[in-house]
T-cell receptor
Framework: GENVEQHPSTLSVQEGDSAVIKCTYSDSASNYFPWYKQELGKRPQLIIDIRSNVGEKKDQRIAVTLNKTAKHFSLHITETQPEDSAVYFCAASAGDKLIFGTGTRLQVFP | KAGVTQTPRYLIKTRGQQVTLSCSPISGHRSVSWYQQTPGQGLQFLFEYFSETQRNKGNFPGRFSGRQFSNSRSEMNVSTLELGDSALYLC??????????????FGPGTRLTVL
């Protein structure tokens, strides 16, 4: 069945450094790839998404890249800040539903 | 605009019991999806309801069921609870069915503990 793998499971960076989270998906028909941020004790919130007809999308300090051939997509956070600390989930569309990765816990140390 | 609400927020049950969770979507949203969140497994899709009809279903046993009412509020039921059902159950609402260009807004979740 459809599967999304996400790496790493935990990531620790120094404030100001960059962070990269990678996901791979199995369904070649997937055409939509959102990223969600879940702060401790809070609900997941959409932070950025990309469609399969676009290779890269940027929104201030965050960007997402997509390689359809390799079925890879990545989240890039530049100039990290302590408030970026959270669990990040990638997801890929499978028909009319989303398949989520297992999450990456990002810790940004001041 | 009020966000997605879920009740109850916390629930403790024992094995073999059944439980019903409720989700009220954002006003005007007609789609409600349910997810199970456990450590190490991420968010796993349970099912989606749109206009009172189940549109999509994940790979969960028949003990997990749901329904949606005419006001778009949705309930999820789990029968014959097992220890492994302990999890955070999240619902998400969206305006339309489908996922492309149709942002899902999550509720705060119901934390279910099965003893």
């Amino acid at each position: 069945g459809e599967n999304v793998e996400q790496h790493p499971s935990t990531l620790s960076v120094q404030e100001g450094d960059s962070a990269v989270i990678k996901c791979t998906y199995s369904d070649s028909a997937s055409n939509y790839f959102p990223w969600y941020k879940q702060e401790l004790g809070k609900r997941p919130q959409l932070i950025i998404d990309i469609r399969s007809n676009v290779g890269e999308k940027k929104d201030q300090r965050i960007a997402v890249t997509l390689n359809k051939t390799a079925k890879h997509f990545s989240l890039h956070i530049t100039e990290t800040q302590p408030e970026d600390s959270a669990v990040y989930f990638c997801a890929a569309s499978a028909g009319d539903k989303l398949i989520f990765g297992t999450g990456t816990r990002l810790q940004v140390f001041p | 605009k009020a966000g997605v609400t879920q009740t109850p927020r916390y629930l403790i049950k024992t094995r073999g019991q059944q439980v019903t969770l409720s989700c009220s979507p954002i006003s005007g949203h007609r789609s409600v999806s349910w997810y199970q969140q456990t450590p190490g497994q991420g968010l796993q899709f349970l099912f989606e309801y749109f206009s009172e009809t189940q549109r999509n279903k994940g790979n969960f046993p028949g003990r997990f069921s749901g329904r949606q009412f005419s006001n778009s509020r949705s309930e999820m039921n789990v029968s014959t609870l097992e220890l492994g059902d302990s999890a955070l159950y999240l619902c998400a609402s969206s305006f339309l069915t489908g996922v492309v260009d149709n942002e899902q807004f999550f509720g705060p979740g119901t934390r279910l503990t099965v003893l």
